[in-house]
């Protein structure tokens, strides 16, 4: 039933450029990836302009613009490399980055597998697979001192804290273990809270060889992150995810931080783990409209670069919500691998990364407007890529097929495909004014364009059709 693409996503790795103008092309270690490998210069600006294309197995073409007038081309396939400046303004991606030759198959039962995210000596494996709280040296591993503290929140705790200390301590005496329970929601992840974590190392008197541990959703996930990358300027840290949402999205790449009252995310610091650690048998617990919102993040990295995978969803939407044990480690492991190919092609999103913001921009204005916990997360993004895609339609970049699809998957998903009646034009523009991707008072929007699968990071767009969407989904 579950039939999963014939090509999953690749992670196509970089290595460093020795300097603006000069790139260098070894071929990766592995000879079974194949792969010629390149770097963007290290200065690049907000208005950066991305494209990657796998063309065939040994053919790789990366454009990057810079803050010069022109931009970088770089075409590599076979032995010529070919470089020539050009023009331009907006970032793409497209579903032919996360194309392979190699075929998935996914049994009965999800196998555990790895997915790596690739940041040179900052590189760090995600594992993922049921069970994995019941094998203590993948933890272990991670854990490089002898101090340990687990955050983790009022839900969480009762039904995993427990089997975690375990998992850190089984056959390893010298470590200590702390913890901290926060309490759960998303209107908690402020600064009064991060304080609890901040108030509990240092009372517990944990130095820079400590590891924190985040054990919960995306909220915990966030918090642990900053708080790790904070104390004593930096202390190692390791994720837990515990729902949909943190296992495909929020603990893999390094964001952290907590909301400010004017907007979603806007202090935090990027951070990377040791390790993220994604036990699927801690999707038994996960509310039913937990699961659902988790699925946004799902359903948005097929929209924007990987149309095999929202055909496969669109089959397997049913067998998703049911918590078919193949369908979730599948759906878990190609999210991470297509969040892990971006994390390690743009680690700071100064271009690449920003597309796996698509509704996220209408999605965070609804969630700040609204009032944080009102609505999860993957509600609100759910509700704002149909507006995404609603202004994509009217800028005549796709056709109605796509906006019809999306509704369609979200509606079987159980998410909302509207903002709540509440909102209204101002408080729209007065939210996404303070984005974290405007960039000298330009409000650049994720769009799709062209086939699904493709999408453009632009502030190049019609003013017109932002305002007439708005006005489209609100009644003043």
Same mark, same amino acid.
């Given at each position: 039933?579950?039939?999963?693409?014939?090509?999953?996503?690749?992670?196509?790795?970089?290595?460093?450029?020795?300097?603006?103008?000069?790139?260098?092309?070894?071929?990766?270690?592995?000879?079974? +990836?194949?792969?010629?490998?390149?770097?963007?210069?290290?200065?690049?600006?907000?208005?950066?302009?991305?494209?990657?294309?796998?063309?065939?197995?040994?053919?790789?073409?990366?454009?990057?613009?810079?803050?010069?007038?022109?931009?970088?081309?770089?075409?590599?396939?076979?032995?010529?490399?070919?470089?020539?400046?050009?023009?331009?303004?907006?970032?793409?991606?497209?579903?032919?980055?996360?194309?392979?030759?190699?075929?998935? /198959?996914?049994?009965?039962?999800?196998?555990?597998?790895?997915?790596?995210?690739?940041?040179?000596?900052?590189?760090?494996?995600?594992?993922?697979?049921?069970?994995?709280?019941?094998?203590?040296?993948?933890?272990?591993?991670?854990?490089?001192?002898?101090?340990?503290?687990?955050?983790?929140?009022?839900?969480?705790?009762? !039904?995993?804290?427990?089997?975690?200390?375990?998992?850190?301590?089984?056959?390893?005496?010298?470590?200590?273990?702390?913890?901290?329970?926060?309490?759960?929601?998303?209107?908690? /992840?402020?600064?009064?809270?991060?304080?609890?974590?901040?108030?509990?190392?240092?009372?517990?008197?944990?130095?820079?060889?400590?590891?924190?541990?985040?054990?919960?959703?995306?909220?915990?996930?966030?918090?642990?992150?900053?708080?790790?990358?904070?104390? !004593?300027?930096?202390?190692?840290?390791?994720? #837990?995810?515990?729902?949909?949402? @943190?296992?495909?999205?929020?603990?893999?790449?390094?964001?952290?931080? #907590?909301?400010?009252?004017?907007?979603?995310?806007?202090?935090?610091?990027?951070?990377?783990?040791?390790?993220?650690?994604?036990?699927?048998?801690?999707?038994?617990?996960?509310?039913?409209?937990?699961?659902?919102?988790?699925? +946004?993040?799902?359903? /948005?990295?097929?929209?924007?670069?990987? +149309?095999?995978?929202?055909?496969?969803?669109?089959?397997?939407?049913?067998? !998703?919500?049911?918590?078919?044990?193949?369908?979730?480690?599948?759906?878990?492991?190609?999210?991470?691998?297509?969040?892990?190919?971006?994390?390690?092609?743009?680690?700071?999103?100064?271009?690449?990364?920003?597309?796996?913001?698509?509704?996220?921009?209408?999605?965070?204005?609804?969630?700040?407007?609204?009032?944080?916990?009102?609505?999860?997360?993957?509600?609100?993004?759910?509700?704002?890529?149909?507006?995404?895609?609603?202004?994509?339609?009217?800028?005549?970049?796709?056709?109605?097929?796509?906006?019809?699809?999306?509704?369609?998957?979200?509606?079987?998903?159980?998410?909302?495909?509207?903002?709540?009646?509440?909102?209204?034009?101002?408080?729209?523009?007065?939210?996404?004014?303070?984005?974290? /991707?405007?960039?000298?008072?330009?409000?650049?929007?994720?769009? !799709?364009?062209?086939?699904?699968?493709?999408?453009?990071?632009?502030?190049?767009?019609?003013?017109?059709?932002?305002?007439?969407?708005?006005? @489209?989904?609100?009644?003043?």
């Amino acid at each position: 039933m579950l039939n999963p693409p014939t090509h999953p996503p690749r992670t196509t790795k970089l290595i460093h450029a020795l300097s603006g103008a000069e790139l260098s092309h070894p071929s990766m270690a592995s000879t079974a +990836a194949n792969h010629l490998c390149a770097s963007l210069p290290s200065k690049t600006n907000t208005s950066a302009d991305f494209f990657l294309r796998v063309q065939t197995p040994n053919a790789v073409s990366l454009r990057s613009s810079f803050a010069s007038p022109s931009s970088l081309e770089l075409t590599r396939g076979g032995n010529s490399t070919r470089v020539r400046s050009r023009s331009r303004s907006s970032i793409y991606a497209s579903s032919a980055q996360v194309m392979d030759q190699s075929a998935s /198959k996914t049994g009965s039962k999800a196998a555990s597998t790895i997915v790596e995210v690739d940041l040179g000596n900052r590189s760090y494996p995600i594992y993922i697979g049921s069970g994995l709280l019941d094998q203590p040296e993948l933890l272990q591993r991670h854990v490089h001192g002898k101090r340990v503290l687990v955050v983790t929140n009022t839900t969480i705790a009762p !039904l995993y804290l427990d089997k975690v200390v375990e998992a850190l301590t089984r056959g390893n005496p010298n470590v200590l273990v702390e913890s901290v329970i926060l309490p759960d929601g998303e209107q908690y /992840k402020n600064m009064e809270t991060l304080m609890k974590v901040f108030d509990k190392a240092i009372e517990s008197r944990l130095d820079r060889k400590c590891t924190f541990v985040a054990l919960g959703g995306g909220v915990i996930g966030d918090m642990c992150g900053f708080a790790a990358a904070a104390f !004593l300027r930096g202390v190692n840290f390791i994720q #837990i995810p515990t729902t949909v949402m @943190a296992q495909v999205d929020s603990s893999v790449g390094g964001k952290t931080g #907590i909301n400010h009252p004017l907007g979603k995310n806007l202090i935090g610091a990027f951070y990377q783990p040791q390790c993220v650690l994604v036990d699927t048998d801690t999707l038994s617990t996960l509310p039913d409209r937990e699961l659902a919102s988790g699925l +946004a993040e799902v359903i /948005k990295y097929g929209l924007i670069r990987d +149309a095999e995978f929202f055909e496969w969803q669109e089959k397997n939407i049913n067998a !998703l919500l049911t918590r078919d044990p193949s369908a979730m480690a599948y759906a878990i492991k190609r999210s991470c691998e297509n969040k892990a190919e971006v994390v390690s092609l743009d680690e700071k999103e100064s271009g690449l990364r920003a597309t796996l913001n698509l509704g996220h921009t209408f999605g965070h204005a609804i969630e700040t407007s609204f009032g944080y916990g009102q609505w999860l997360h993957g509600e609100a993004v759910a509700a704002g890529m149909v507006m995404a895609v609603d202004m994509s339609y009217r800028l005549g970049w796709i056709d109605d097929s796509i906006v019809k699809r999306v509704h369609n998957i979200l509606e079987q998903a159980k998410l909302p495909t509207a903002p709540p009646e509440v909102m209204t034009v101002e408080m729209f523009k007065s939210v996404m004014a303070v984005d974290k /991707k405007v960039a000298d008072g330009l409000l650049r929007l994720i769009l !799709l364009k062209g086939s699904l699968g493709n999408c453009v990071f632009t502030g190049d767009y019609d003013r017109k059709a932002l305002d007439e969407t708005l006005h @489209a989904f609100c009644k003043s």
